[in-house]
């Protein structure tokens, strides 16, 4: 037998030991943990030396195949070095992220989608044509951030009470968001300035500097998953209802986070519930579009991204781009948090 025959066995057998232990927290058969902690601790990579843990101390989740009950898994190595796709936490507390695999995407909207708007595109006029990005290897929430998480960051003195504070206030959405209950909705009424408390509240807790808000770019190609449609799941609108709350199905209201189907990623609403803040500065078109932020400091509008509750399906597609005032705060609008590996 060789060496490395030796070597893979004994891993198999160390790994399945723990995924019989850790199967009845993570929500998934001891059979299968086991397949994927075998495979992130032997399987060498396509294209060169893998760079994933070596030993089974970082057991990880595949975000694509796992139910959006089971909570990702807190490791202790850094994300850096776990597959594609797979799923973590890096403390309690802190939000469930999915490792996003580099690659290049086509921006915005093609010259034939229906209902396209004319900033989707990289010059002024009807036949403007798509942006190419490459997109580095990056992390992003699986889910909107939660009111719960939000609440934990104003209890440790970090976030601010504002968003809080609106909803106890005398206008009558407000205290219409107040009956539609908290907890695992996500998070709405903070403003750009607040995401990036919040993730700065994390960083804190996962002792990084690398949390932040999504670019624009970011939030596309996660939205996308792959894919060139008007939707992540395709061109159908029949189909939306499966995968989005919108204008026909949410009730006006907020609802709570990984209610429909993920995209293919295991992304969750990415289309609908709440528009979500990402770092760009608004511009007309996507002429200089890259990868990075547009950020100058005298931006008065910031991109929010992937449509609302109260939108209708037009304004739910992947290529969809809003923009609001980054220091107002509306109730329709939260966000979700990126990560750099």
């Known amino acids: 037998m060789k060496a490395q025959d030796v070597v893979a066995g004994a891993a198999s057998a160390v790994v399945g030991a723990l995924a019989l232990f850790l199967a009845p927290y993570c929500g998934v058969s001891?059979?299968?943990?086991?397949?994927?902690?075998?495979?992130?601790?032997?399987?060498?990579?396509?294209?060169?030396?893998?760079?994933?843990?070596?030993?089974?101390?970082?057991?990880?989740?595949?975000?694509?195949?796992?139910?959006?009950?089971?909570?990702?898994?807190v490791i202790t190595v850094d994300p850096a070095t776990l597959p594609d796709f797979a799923l973590f936490r890096e403390c309690e507390g802190c939000p469930d992220m999915v490792?996003?695999?580099?690659?290049?995407?086509?921006?915005?909207?093609?010259?034939?989608?229906?209902?396209?708007?004319?900033?989707?595109?990289?010059?002024?006029?009807?036949?403007?044509?798509?942006?190419?990005?490459?997109?580095?290897?990056?992390?992003?929430?699986?889910?909107?951030?939660?009111?719960?998480?939000?609440?934990?960051?104003?209890?440790?003195?970090?976030?601010?009470?504002?968003?809080?504070?609106?909803?106890?206030?005398?206008?009558?959405?407000?205290?219409?968001a107040i009956g539609w209950g908290l907890e695992r909705r996500p998070v709405i009424l903070v403003d750009w300035n607040d995401a990036g408390a919040f993730a700065g509240w994390v960083n804190g807790r996962s002792s990084t500097r690398a949390y932040r808000r999504p670019t624009e770019a970011e939030w596309e190609y996660a939205a996308r998953a792959g894919t060139t449609t008007r939707w992540s799941f395709g061109d159908a609108e029949n189909q939306l209802g499966q995968y989005a709350w919108f204008s026909e199905n949410a009730n006006r209201r907020t609802q709570p986070v990984g209610g429909k189907e993920a995209n293919p990623w295991g992304l969750f609403d990415m289309h609908g519930n709440v528009s979500e803040w990402v770092e760009d500065c608004s511009r007309v078109n996507l002429s200089e579009q890259s990868a990075a932020a547009f950020s100058p400091p005298d931006c008065f509008s910031r991109v929010l991204r992937g449509g609302a509750f109260f939108n209708s399906p037009q304004f739910l597609r992947s290529a969809f781009r809003d923009a609001g005032s980054p220091g107002y705060r509306f109730s329709y609008v939260g966000f979700r948090l990126a990560r750099a590996l």
């Open 99 to 176: 490792v996003i695999a580099t690659g290049t995407f086509l921006m915005g909207s093609p010259a034939n989608e229906p209902s396209r708007v004319e900033d989707e595109r990289a010059v002024a006029g009807r036949f403007g044509e798509q942006v190419s990005v490459n997109v580095p290897r990056f992390a992003i929430s699986r889910f909107e951030t939660t009111w719960s998480e939000w609440n934990a960051c104003v209890t440790d003195g970090t976030c601010d009470q504002g968003p809080i504070d609106a909803l106890e206030s005398e206008r009558q959405w407000a205290r219409d």
């Open 30 to 73: 001891a059979a299968a943990e086991t397949t994927r902690i075998v495979s992130a601790v032997t399987e060498p990579t396509s294209d060169g030396p893998d760079q994933r843990p070596t030993t089974a101390e970082a057991p990880f989740l595949d975000a694509r195949t796992t139910p959006a009950s089971t909570r990702a898994p």
